[in-house]
């Protein structure tokens, strides 16, 4: 089992800035593939940023369409947290972002790595407000 706590969200302008945090216990944390996703009311959710475990300590990080270089997405293994930055936010980016995490060590395509089936484990979602 995998419990992923995420942080960070709040009300913020269009234009500011957040990082998003998502702590992880219960699993080796360097071998876990993460990602970002979110959800606005009403709407689907929509893979936001990923960082896919391929082999030891080498992930490979995938992006949102919309992200558009707004987003960066890291990790400290150390810390077992993952963090989402979040830049030149717009009204748009409002919705509820969550974490999510795979412990099953494969090896996903880009495609894969963006399915929000692919993932096992979820947070609870932490709430982004950008006001105009």
């Known amino acids: 089992q995998v419990q992923l706590v995420e942080s960070g969200g709040g009300l913020v302008q269009a234009g500011g800035s957040l990082r998003l945090s998502c702590a992880a216990s219960?699993?080796?944390?360097?071998?876990?593939?993460m990602a970002w996703f979110r959800q606005a009311p009403g709407k689907e959710r929509d893979f936001v940023a990923g960082?896919?475990?391929?082999?030891?300590?080498?992930?490979?990080?995938y992006y949102g369409d919309f992200v558009k270089g707004r987003f960066s997405i890291s990790r400290d293994n150390a810390k077992s947290t993952m963090y989402l930055k979040v830049t030149s936010l717009k009204p748009e980016d409002t919705a509820v972002y969550y974490c999510?995490?795979?412990?099953?060590?494969?090896?996903?395509?880009?495609?894969?790595?963006?399915?929000?089936?692919?993932?096992?484990?979820w947070g609870q979602g932490t709430q982004v407000t950008v006001s105009s």
């Open positions: 999510a995490a795979d412990s099953r060590g494969q090896r996903w395509t880009a495609a894969q790595a963006m399915g929000h089936t692919s993932y096992e484990y």
């Open positions: 960082h896919s475990w391929s082999s030891g300590s080498t992930y490979y990080a």
């Open positions: 219960g699993r080796s944390f360097s071998s876990l593939s």
